[in-house]
């Protein structure tokens, strides 16, 4: 099993850039997330879904839109990036988040200039 | 407000000695508490998860405690050494459907030979 797999692993956009940031696991989770990392922040959610054709938002998803149509794939799409969006972004799955292992991607580090 | 805190920034130990990390938390009512090391330029690894009904839970050199009273987690490693240098972070689950972690800040542990 790979686990979780996210690309690119290092991305510089200007800003009004529009990307999406990939992730993908092969272990048939049916949770998926993408949190962001800043300094002396912690992680943040900032999307997250249940399975596929559910998602809902976290405690930080202005500026990011995501969707879910295999339980493979999560990505989530900058519209138009802003100086605010520098961040390190992770993406993770569980089979349960409750009781389950959260399995967390190698991350992408995203800047805005 | 609800908060969870670890206490401490950065941690600096002596190799062989056992480190010890707070998890605080506020205003939560978590029914699992996880435990997370964060190597740089990587992505979050599990270490441990501790139910509400738990006091404590056990995995080789690692041990977790779990006080809902004082609304405290703390995190143990014993016998350290250089190679669990890392940041920790902990992670609990507010409940509800969702399953959404709230992670802490961190704690960077340094342990010296």
């Known amino acids: 099993n790979a686990g979780v797999t996210q690309t690119p692993k290092f991305q510089v956009l200007k800003t009004g850039q529009s990307m999406t940031l990939q992730c993908a696991q092969d272990?048939?989770?049916?949770?998926m997330s993408w949190y962001r990392q800043d300094p002396g922040m912690g992680l943040r959610l900032i999307h997250y879904?249940?399975?596929?054709?559910?998602?809902d938002q976290g405690e930080v998803p202005n500026g990011y839109n995501v969707s879910r149509s295999t339980t493979e794939d999560f990505p989530l799409r900058l519209l138009s990036a802003a100086p605010s969006q520098t961040s390190v972004y992770f993406c993770?799955?569980?089979?349960?988040?409750?009781?389950?292992?959260?399995?967390f991607g190698p991350g992408t580090r995203l800047t805005v200039l | 407000s609800q908060k969870i805190e670890q206490n401490s920034e950065a941690l600096n130990i002596q190799e062989g000695k056992t480190a010890t990390l707070t998890c605080n938390y506020t205003n939560y009512s978590p029914a699992y508490l996880q435990w997370y090391r964060q190597d740089p330029g990587r992505g979050p690894v599990f270490l441990l998860l501790i139910r509400e009904n738990e006091k404590e839970k056990r995995k080789e050199r690692l041990k977790v405690t779990f006080d809902t009273t004082l609304k405290q987690s703390l995190f143990h490693i014993t016998a350290s050494q250089p190679a669990d240098s890392a940041t920790y972070l902990c992670?609990?689950?507010?409940?509800?459907?969702?399953?959404?972690?709230?992670f802490g800040k961190g704690t960077k542990l340094s342990v010296k030979p």
């Open positions: 993770a799955s569980s089979k349960n988040p409750h009781t389950d292992t959260q399995y």
């Open positions: 879904s249940v399975g596929a054709g559910i998602t």
């Open positions: 992670a609990l689950d507010p409940g509800g459907s969702q399953g959404n972690l709230i």
């Open positions: 272990m048939n989770h049916e949770y």
